[in-house]
């Protein structure tokens, strides 16, 4: 018996649980080593006494564990150790009783928690601290974006503004050139020359005024049932001319006609914009050809040609606004990367699409997909 109560020492001693026994009156009678390491000595003294107990409403639970035998569990309560350092427990609490089964006084078993109470702790400090820099991120950031989209607006502002006081200038230039010629002998060549000059100018303003009113969602289609078939007829007529400087030939079969719902206007633009391009990146007595094809209630144009190419690297980006292709510097092409970009939206606006295939030096094919209408 001796050695087994000897033995039975060791262990509460040795544990690391810090163990406390109460009598029936609530007075602490016995305490482990262990509870040394958490806690002041409290021998003897009743727990009604004791700030810890009352502070964290335990007297109440170890009168009811004494008068009525009901065990409890309290976590994460808060004490100071005997160098004044925060620590945090959790008990649990049970009856003992004799041989009557009269509960004689109470057993209270406490773990050390501090480390995972304060890592606790410290992370919730570091998620307010987050969740504060997000919120202020999140404020800087709505303020950039409102800076943003107010130099947005003045930047379209300026566009719009810029095109039309740059395009009423030029076509009173443009009117006067055109008198001067009339009334002028010679020197036709260089009225010409000008007046493709001026052209292009009127182009790039005309393509910038669009491109504006198209991003700031103002640009609205004319619909009305049209012919795709003479209005590409049409096209390609009025670029005869131009391809005819570069001796460009084009080919087209006339087809029977292709009711679409559409903008004339628009479509016009978009192929003329394409043919444009195929002369303009075509080479010097090349050849355009131009295709329909009917394919499950969509018309499919193509424009082939078989002039620079476009390298595979920028194919992905042809239609993206102010995109061009370094083969364009190589060339020494003039543009502005704006016309391809109007061409999709112009494609999309009519529910169609338009890709591109191209082989460097070899040339390229640009498809328009538009729905037709059905009879
Ligand atoms: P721009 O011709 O004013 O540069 P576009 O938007 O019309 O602008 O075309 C974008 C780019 O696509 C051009 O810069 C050119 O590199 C390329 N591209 C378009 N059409 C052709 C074509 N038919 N052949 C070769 N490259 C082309």
């Given at each position: 018996?001796?050695e087994?109560?000897i033995?039975?020492g060791?262990?509460i001693?040795n544990?690391p649980?810090?163990?406390?026994?109460l009598?029936k009156?609530?007075?602490?009678?016995?305490?482990?080593s262990?509870?040394?390491k958490?806690?002041k000595?409290l021998v003897?003294?009743?727990i009604?006494?004791?700030?810890?107990?009352?502070?964290?409403?335990?007297?109440?639970l170890?009168g009811?564990l004494l008068?009525?035998g009901k065990s409890f569990?309290k976590?994460?309560c808060?004490t100071?150790n005997s160098?004044g350092?925060?620590?945090y427990i959790?008990?649990?609490a049970?009856p003992?009783?004799d041989?009557?089964g009269e509960i004689?006084s109470?057993?209270?078993m406490?773990v050390?928690v501090?480390k995972?109470v304060?890592?606790?702790?410290e992370?919730s400090?570091?998620?307010d601290?987050?969740e504060?820099k997000?919120?202020e991120r999140?404020?800087?950031?709505?303020?950039?974006?409102?800076?943003?989209?107010?130099?947005l607006?003045?930047?379209?502002?300026?566009?719009?503004d810029?095109s039309?006081e740059?395009r009423?200038?030029?076509?009173i230039?443009?009117?006067?050139?055109e008198l001067?010629?009339r009334?002028?002998?010679?020197?036709v060549e260089t009225?010409?020359?000008?007046n493709?000059e001026?052209n292009k100018?009127?182009e790039i303003?005309?393509?910038?005024?669009?491109i504006?009113?198209?991003e700031e969602?103002k640009?609205k289609?004319?619909?009305?049932?049209?012919?795709?078939?003479?209005?590409i007829?049409k096209t390609i007529?009025?670029?005869r001319?131009?391809?005819?400087?570069?001796?460009?030939?084009i080919?087209?079969?006339?087809?029977?006609?292709?009711p679409?719902?559409g903008?004339f206007?628009?479509l016009?633009r978009l192929f003329v914009?394409i043919?444009k391009?195929a002369?303009?990146?075509g080479?010097?007595?090349?050849?355009?050809?131009?295709?329909?094809?009917?394919q499950?209630n969509?018309?499919?144009?193509?424009v082939?040609d078989?002039?620079?190419?476009?390298p595979k690297?920028?194919?992905?980006?042809?239609?993206d606004?102010?995109?061009r292709?370094?083969?364009?510097i190589k060339?020494?092409?003039?543009?502005?990367?704006l016309?391809?970009?109007?061409?999709?939206?112009i494609?999309?606006?009519h529910?169609?699409?338009?890709?591109?295939?191209?082989?460097?030096?070899k040339?390229s094919?640009?498809?328009?997909?538009?729905?037709?209408?059905?009879r």
């Amino acid at each position: 018996m001796k050695e087994l109560n000897i033995l039975n020492g060791k262990i509460i001693n040795n544990a690391p649980i810090s163990i406390i026994v109460l009598n029936k009156k609530g007075d602490i009678v016995f305490t482990n080593s262990y509870f040394k390491k958490l806690s002041k000595p409290l021998v003897s003294k009743n727990i009604s006494q004791i700030p810890f107990f009352v502070r964290e409403g335990l007297v109440h639970l170890y009168g009811r564990l004494l008068s009525e035998g009901k065990s409890f569990k309290k976590e994460k309560c808060y004490t100071t150790n005997s160098e004044g350092k925060p620590v945090y427990i959790d008990i649990v609490a049970v009856p003992i009783k004799d041989s009557d089964g009269e509960i004689e006084s109470a057993l209270s078993m406490a773990v050390d928690v501090t480390k995972e109470v304060l890592t606790e702790l410290e992370l919730s400090r570091l998620n307010d601290q987050l969740e504060e820099k997000v919120q202020e991120r999140t404020t800087q950031l709505g303020k950039i974006n409102e800076k943003l989209n107010s130099y947005l607006k003045l930047k379209s502002e300026f566009i719009a503004d810029a095109s039309h006081e740059l395009r009423t200038p030029l076509s009173i230039i443009k009117l006067r050139l055109e008198l001067l010629e009339r009334e002028s002998r010679g020197g036709v060549e260089t009225f010409e020359e000008i007046n493709e000059e001026i052209n292009k100018i009127t182009e790039i303003l005309s393509n910038l005024t669009l491109i504006n009113s198209i991003e700031e969602k103002k640009e609205k289609l004319n619909l009305a049932k049209t012919d795709l078939e003479k209005l590409i007829f049409k096209t390609i007529k009025r670029m005869r001319i131009l391809a005819e400087n570069k001796k460009i030939k084009i080919a087209y079969d006339r087809n029977k006609e292709i009711p679409v719902k559409g903008d004339f206007e628009k479509l016009e633009r978009l192929f003329v914009n394409i043919i444009k391009n195929a002369i303009k990146y075509g080479k010097e007595g090349g050849w355009i050809k131009v295709k329909i094809l009917i394919q499950n209630n969509f018309a499919l144009v193509s424009v082939s040609d078989n002039g620079i190419g476009i390298p595979k690297k920028d194919l992905p980006h042809i239609f993206d606004r102010f995109y061009r292709s370094d083969m364009c510097i190589k060339y020494g092409k003039s543009g502005f990367g704006l016309g391809l970009a109007i061409c999709k939206w112009i494609a999309e606006q009519h529910k169609g699409s338009i890709y591109a295939k191209s082989s460097l030096d070899k040339g390229s094919t640009f498809v328009v997909k538009l729905p037709i209408v059905k009879r």
